[in-house]
């Protein structure tokens, strides 16, 4: 399961990222212990508990005194606005830089996402 290159704290914070903009676990739901994570995968629950730690900073945990860690409210939010705003600066910036050297035009660009978007609904 975890098998990426990335250390393996960043890993488990990913996959638990990755559940709530999924909306697999909600706001308020509450999350596998560092006990239950160590149990469940095998590692070292202080690996889990840096993964939370970072999560808590993020503000996609927050820590319920002797209950255990909760998705915050509003963390799915947060993590789309996160997200979409990397998107477009990781991802489509360069692209776009790219294609303006290939000499395509907006409206070329425009077109062609229009021509596969209607082919990706048609399926």
Same mark, same amino acid.
């Given at each position: 399961?975890?098998?990426?290159?990335?250390?393996?704290?960043?890993?488990?914070?990913?996959?638990?990222?990755?559940?709530?903009? !999924?909306?697999?676990?909600?706001? *308020? %739901?509450? &999350?596998?212990?560092?006990?239950?994570?160590?149990?469940? @995968?095998?590692?070292?629950?202080?690996?889990?508990?840096? !993964?939370?730690?970072?999560?808590? *900073? %993020?503000? &996609?945990?927050?820590?319920?005194?002797?209950?255990?860690? @909760?998705?915050?409210?509003?963390?799915?939010?947060?993590?789309?606005?996160?997200?979409?705003?990397a998107y477009f600066d990781d991802v489509l910036a360069p692209a776009l830089?790219?294609?303006?050297?290939l000499g395509i035009s907006d409206d070329e660009i425009v077109d062609h996402?229009?021509?596969?978007?209607?082919?990706?609904?048609?399926?």
């Amino acid at each position: 399961m975890f098998d990426g290159p990335e250390p393996l704290y960043v890993q488990i914070a990913q996959m638990i990222r990755s559940q709530v903009l !999924a909306g697999e676990l909600a706001e *308020d %739901e509450q &999350v596998m212990s560092t006990t239950q994570f160590a149990t469940t @995968f095998r590692i070292n629950p202080a690996t889990a508990a840096k !993964a939370f730690t970072g999560l808590v *900073d %993020e503000g &996609v945990l927050y820590k319920r005194r002797g209950l255990g860690m @909760f998705v915050a409210p509003g963390a799915r939010q947060r993590l789309l606005e996160h997200d979409r705003t990397a998107y477009f600066d990781d991802v489509l910036a360069p692209a776009l830089a790219q294609a303006a050297v290939l000499g395509i035009s907006d409206d070329e660009i425009v077109d062609h996402i229009r021509s596969r978007s209607t082919t990706t609904e048609e399926s």
